[in-house]
């Protein structure tokens, strides 16, 4: 069954935590739960550790824990000092009965660093892609036996961001390791997202639904803006804004046709004071509903 969540990085965000510093928690919560009526949200540095309390906190606001993302450091650590490093969260995501965990490499990533460019992105050899896939792909193995399964999140700043790197990353790992779609770093990253949704289909298991403004994407790689930036001036957005450039519609009807029956997530950053994330939220929810709908989704 399909259900629809958030971020709560649209209300403050993780990467920088100035962004949204001055919005209670608990509007965070109201507004995504009792306001808006989002099914889920997924997890963020407000939130509590202990995976009880996390759970208690937002059923009381009418909220299921999604999942969170997990940073891997493949590349210079053990997949077996992974698996001890992950410990923690894998048991958070099994105590709120989530299905997927959300991963990342971000031993080298630059998303985080206001001072980087994100042109200047670290980039993997051939070689060095399939090396990592297949100490990912044993990690994924690992989290199948404890009833998870990994998507891997392709990611601005990162070693996966373009369309050839995703298709190179999906060929260096195997049937444990799938896919976080992400319509918005998709684009960013240069790639057409009906053709690279279709591409992979078939091992899609969880969608974030993030909208770009293609005015501002396009600043950020002409003046060499860094990732935060970019989110500062308005890189992102949500389905619905008259200023993306992300068509849901056709991503969703290709949901429909591979039986997709997972989590359709807004994961939009933007800067609070600027966008209201309750006006936001509002529209990008209504917005997938009626293309769900029209796509046979729901």
Known sequence: MIQFGTNPIAWANDDDRSIGADIPTARILDEAGRQIGFDGIENGHRWPDEPEALRALLAANGLKFISGWYSTELLVRSVADEIANAQHHIAKLKHNACRVMIVCETSNAIHGDANKAVNDRPRLSAAEMVAFGAKLEEF????????????????????????????????????????????????????????????????VRHFHAKNIRPAITAKVRAEGWSFLKGVVEGAFTVPGDQEGGVDFGPLLKLLKTANYDGWIVIEAEQNPSVRNPLLYQTLGLATLKRLSREAGLI
């Not at 976080?180 to 279709?198: E, Q, R, Y």
Request: hydrophobic share 40%; charged share 15%; with cysteine.
């Open 140 to 203: 994924a193995a690992y989290l199948t036996s404890q009833g998870l399964t990994l998507v891997y999140h392709h990611h601005m700043g990162t070693i996966v961001e373009s369309p050839e790197e995703i298709d190179a990353f999906m060929a260096a790992t195997g049937p444990h390791t799938h896919l976080l779609f992400d319509a918005g770093h998709c684009a960013f990253g240069g790639g057409d997202p009906v053709k690279v949704l279709t591409k992979h289909l078939s091992r």
